[in-house]
């Protein structure tokens, strides 16, 4: 499985992060990558013209894919995950896998850095990922029209709905403040192993100033959770995620 360079610093989001995220994100569905219906019919586009081009990339016919960045990470982390489940009863293939560079990062957990968008323009769609063990959370930035900023999480427990959605779900941190209930997104790519929640949060900015080195999430959904993430090195995070929305040219 190709890999993606994985750059490891850590991610926190403060306690005031969770006053920061609004109860209507359906703005959020007007440009950002990876929410919209359209984007999901766009994989599903690619899935097809991979499954009828049988000579592949020597057919003049063939179409390279455009890149999808946030998805080329989450086949990475959810691939090791699955790994590691298929090796619970088996000591030979766990020791194997230990060995792996991968392990290293599904152990103790690491970010990625990278703009969310085949070709974006400078400043656009900035996005940290993090991903430890079964846990998956990315913030990113604005993009097109939109200039408000997303905080999403992945899970196997999360809905897949057939389109994007809304539900009302509890975030709760790890802070000790006080749950709180709010609307969120909830959809699911097609060819994704996992559904996602997605809060929006007014501005970069907000998000930005509010984030701390360390911090946990739990999301859930009528009692029930459905994502658990802590994360660490918030700090850094938030000194690489200023540095590429720095680089958006002002509306």
Known sequence: ??????????????????????????????????????QAQHHQQMI????????????????????????????VA?????????????????????????YTRYENGGWDFFQDHAEPAPGE????????????????????DYDGALLTFWSDDIPRPDTVRKLQVTLTQSDGSPPQTVEALNYHLAGDAY??????????????DNMLDSHGFDVSIKGK??????????????????KCVAKRARK
């Not at 490891?8 to 950002?32: I, N």
């Not at 959770?225 to 200023?242: E, I, N, P, Q």
Request: net charge negative; proline share 8%.
């Open 225 to 242: 959770s459905v994502a658990k993430v802590d994360w660490t090195g918030g700090l850094a995070a938030r000194d690489r995620l200023k």
């Open 195 to 208: 559904g996602a929640i997605a809060l929006t949060v007014p501005s970069v900015d907000a998000l930005l």
């Open 125 to 144: 769609y900035c996005a940290a990922f993090y991903w430890k063990k079964d846990g998956f959370v990315r913030l990113s930035g604005p993009g097109g």
């Open 78 to 102: 959810t691939g090791m995950v699955a790994l590691m489940q298929e090796s619970v009863n088996n000591m030979v293939k766990r020791a194997e896998l230990m060995k792996n560079p991968l």
């Open 1 to 38: 499985m190709p890999h993606p360079d994985l750059v490891k610093y850590g991610l926190a989001s403060g306690a005031a992060l969770l006053a920061l995220v609004t109860a209507a994100p359906a703005a959020a569905c007007s440009d950002l990558p990876n929410i919209c219906a359209a």
């Open 48 to 75: 097809d013209i991979a499954a009828t081009s049988p000579q592949g990339e020597e057919d003049p016919r063939y179409e390279e894919p455009p890149a999808d960045p946030m998805r080329d990470r989450m086949t």
